[in-house]
């Protein structure tokens, strides 16, 4: 089945610093969406993607659906602490989404 | 974007009883609603699609009688879990897409049930 490796893990940032985190996929996708998790908390959607190449900005946030269609990149600039959280990428292709395992994110103030 | 909420937020059980959890599309009509499970430190879990007048579609290894999908209008869908274990206790998060796009979902709070 499709699965998708999300790198890295965990990261642990100085506040102020910039953040990049992606997501590849055994196989191509129509959609990449990228969400945010708080603790106890269901995910937030943050950017969809829906075209090969497409660069989406949602204020500090850019992500890319990469040329392959089977990538995706997400980067935070000057980060701040409420920046803080999991954050999952997920595709889709016909099929139900199928979630990274998430880059969890912490900020040093 | 849109808002999907869910009820309740949290609930406390005990050893086989039945819990019913329920998500409703606040803004928008979702002839499909997906149900996923989430453990700790882990990434969300599809369960089962559920579909406005008909039966739910269940993913691979979920018990289809445990797990209670109903999907009774096009803005409600209920999940049940019936005789819950203590193995079921987990974060159950319900999520549906948009009807100006299928790919994009919008997930509720999430349920955090805890079975004794």
């Known amino acids: 089945g499709q699965q998708l490796n999300q790198s890295p893990q965990s990261m642990f940032i100085q506040e102020g610093e910039d953040v990049s985190m992606n997501c590849t996929s055994s196989s191509i996708f129509n959609t990449w969406l990228w969400y945010k998790q708080d603790p106890g908390e269901g995910p937030v959607l943050l950017i969809a993607l829906y075209k090969a190449g497409e660069l989406t900005s949602n204020g500090r946030l850019t992500a890319q659906f990469g040329i392959t269609r089977k990538d995706s990149f997400l980067n935070i600039s000057a980060s701040i602490p409420s920046d803080v959280g999991i954050y999952f990428c997920a595709g889709r292709r016909n099929t139900p989404l199928v979630f990274g395992k998430g880059t969890r994110l912490s900020v040093i103030a | 974007g849109a808002v999907v909420s869910q009820h309740p937020s949290r609930v406390i059980c005990k050893s086989g009883t039945s819990v019913k959890i329920e998500c409703r599309s606040l803004?928008?009509?979702?002839?499909?609603m997906f149900w996923y499970r989430q453990f700790p430190k882990q990434s969300l879990m599809l369960m089962a699609t559920s579909n406005e007048g008909s039966k739910a579609t269940y993913e691979q290894g979920v018990e289809k009688d445990k797990f209670l999908i109903n999907h009774a209008s096009l803005t409600l869908s209920t999940l049940t879990v019936t005789s819950a274990h203590p193995e079921d206790s987990s974060f159950y998060i319900c999520?549906?897409?948009?009807?100006?796009?299928?790919?994009?979902?919008?997930f509720g709070p999430g349920t955090r049930l805890t079975v004794l």
């Open positions: 999520s549906a897409p948009t009807s100006l796009s299928t790919d994009t979902q919008y």
């Open positions: 803004d928008f009509q979702a002839t499909t």
